[in-house]
């Protein structure tokens, strides 16, 4: 079985690595990608990979646009999104987009194995701990970057920054050494101006305005 594991994290793909090494049940092979341009190029390059294993947060395009167009460019791969993400919107979203499951990184070595197997069986997977709505919610208005200039101050423009790469508040608290409870504030703050409803709306409209 040939896999790609494509996750910004170097830490959790080795992790990833080591889980599908041991409890795959046969030889496995894989090749690694640290954003979705890689990814995508490494589909189009590779067409014997089996299954492709993606975060939803990386940097190099827009994480739903990415998943259909690494779909178009390898018909055959099954397709995973692996994320710490458990909104069930994001999860209607990478299903409308193409995947063919999702799993959540909460979730141990052997439900991800379960999760992998069924979809190469054919099945579409979910983490069964979410509940998958059948339609998605109206999407917050588009918003260009001039409106964002106008709408957050330099400072949530920061943190919004970093949502766009899936940070947490601890994380971000020490790369703008805030304090924890501040970076929250912000977050709310920036969730609200924008109209988003979670994090993840919020970084895939930072996404689109081309935010780094």
Request: hydrophobic content about 45%; charged content about 25%.
């Amino acid at each position: 079985m040939k896999v790609l594991l494509a996750d910004d994290h170097a830490l959790f793909r080795e992790g990833v690595r080591m889980v599908l090494e041991s409890l795959a049940g046969e030889q496995v092979e894989t090749v690694e990608a640290s954003d979705f341009t890689q990814a995508l190029a490494i589909v189009r390059g590779a067409p014997a990979i089996d299954i492709a294993l993606l975060d939803l947060s990386m940097p190099g395009m827009d994480s739903f646009s990415a998943i259909t167009a690494i779909r178009r460019a390898a018909p055959d791969i099954y397709l995973v999104v692996v994320s710490a993400s458990e909104d069930p919107q994001a999860v209607r979203r990478a299903l409308d987009a193409g995947a063919h499951g999702y799993i959540c990184k909460s979730a141990g070595s052997a439900s991800m194995m379960k999760g992998i197997r069924s979809v190469l069986e054919g099945d579409t997977f979910v983490s069964p701990h979410i509940t998958v709505p059948d339609v998605l919610d109206a999407r917050p208005a588009e918003i260009d970057a001039e409106c964002l200039q106008s709408l957050l101050t330099p400072r949530q423009r920061d943190v919004l920054g970093m949502l766009r790469h899936g940070k947490s508040n601890k994380e971000i608290a020490r790369d703008l050494n805030l304090a924890e409870i501040t970076v929250k504030l912000h977050v709310t703050a920036i969730l609200r101006s924008l109209g988003c409803d979670n994090r993840t709306q919020a970084a895939i409209l930072a996404a689109k305005m081309g935010m780094t």
